[in-house]
């Protein structure tokens, strides 16, 4: 964007959610739930994104989150890929995240990271909704 003075840098945007069961229907809603907020919040624009990784606990596995993600429009030629996430036990259960590279000029201060559901515990320093001022 020459002679605009706006820089645009790969930023990173992390979100968390939960599924309410092992099913494609809660998978679905869940991580629809999840990128609406991040696309939304953040005014993003898949054109603009690099990759996206998702992670599902290990109690997660009747659909990949990257196959919902790339019915949306869109994300079709986003490269998106699906790992487990580590097992530790006692720790939240039914956990789908994603860490998403994106192009942006907006600042990593101004990146709203979604953490939504039982996931709000994760970051509850970013699971709040950030104040807009004036």
Known sequence: ?????VEWRVRAI???TTASDNTVEAIRAAVTELLDALESR??????????ATFSA???????FPASI??????????PLLDVQQMHVEGSLERCIRCLIHVNTPVSSREIYHPYLRQAQHL???????????P
């Open 1 to 5: 964007m020459e002679g605009t003075g």
């Open 14 to 16: 992390r979100g968390a």
């Open 42 to 51: 953040n005014g993003l624009d898949p054109n603009d994104i690099i990759s």
């Open 57 to 63: 606990t290990r109690d997660l596995d009747a659909v």
């Open 69 to 78: 993600a790339r019915e949306r429009l869109n994300w079709q030629q986003v």
């Open 123 to 133: 970051r509850p320093d970013w699971s709040m909704t950030p104040i807009s001022l």
